[in-house]
């Protein structure tokens, strides 16, 4: 187990990251389990600006199947 430092930054926590434990992103996911606090690297979000055109989905397997008839609402009186 490695320790480091918190450090205090306008009001928030910062915690400085020893040689090894860097991210290459700028950007982390950060969530609670338990007593822990979990640090994980974001990838990029973006959509390749070619996405749509490289997805070609002509096969019928995957078409919607029929979803039957739409129930009739709830009368709200």
């Given at each position: 187990m490695t320790v480091t430092r918190i450090i205090t930054i306008d009001g928030g926590q910062a915690v400085s990251l020893p040689e090894g434990y860097r991210f290459d992103s700028t950007t982390v996911f950060i969530r609670k389990d338990g007593q822990s606090i979990v640090l994980e690297p974001m990838k990029s979000t973006t959509w390749p600006s070619d996405f749509f055109e490289?997805?070609?989905?002509?096969?019928?397997?995957?078409?919607?199947p029929d979803q039957g008839d739409m129930p009739p609402a709830p009368r709200l009186e």
């Amino acid at each position: 187990m490695t320790v480091t430092r918190i450090i205090t930054i306008d009001g928030g926590q910062a915690v400085s990251l020893p040689e090894g434990y860097r991210f290459d992103s700028t950007t982390v996911f950060i969530r609670k389990d338990g007593q822990s606090i979990v640090l994980e690297p974001m990838k990029s979000t973006t959509w390749p600006s070619d996405f749509f055109e490289r997805i070609a989905i002509d096969d019928p397997a995957f078409a919607r199947p029929d979803q039957g008839d739409m129930p009739p609402a709830p009368r709200l009186e």
